[in-house]
């Protein structure tokens, strides 16, 4: 709390998902129901071979 203000309190504004977020969610958790224990490197390796674009951050998260 440096300038008297906590970090738990300030939040962005959320931002709508596209249609590219929601293909790519929506192709996870279909693979994620078939494969349950598949890791994230396993995981995003299907999806690149699949031709979707991967988010970075979305995989590190």
């Known amino acids: ?3 008297g ?3 738990s309190g300030v939040y962005r504004p ?3 998902a596209n249609d590219n977020d929601l293909a790519l969610m929506r192709r996870i958790d279909e693979l994620f129901t ?3 224990f598949l890791g994230s490197p396993r995981m995003t390796a299907m999806l690149k071979a ?3 674009q991967v988010i970075a951050s979305a995989c590190s998260a």
Request: hydrophobic share 45%; proline share 20%.
């Open 1 to 3: 709390m440096l300038l």
């Open 5 to 7: 203000i906590s970090r």
């Open 14 to 16: 959320p931002r709508p």
């Open 34 to 36: 078939a494969w349950p």
């Open 50 to 52: 699949e031709g979707l």
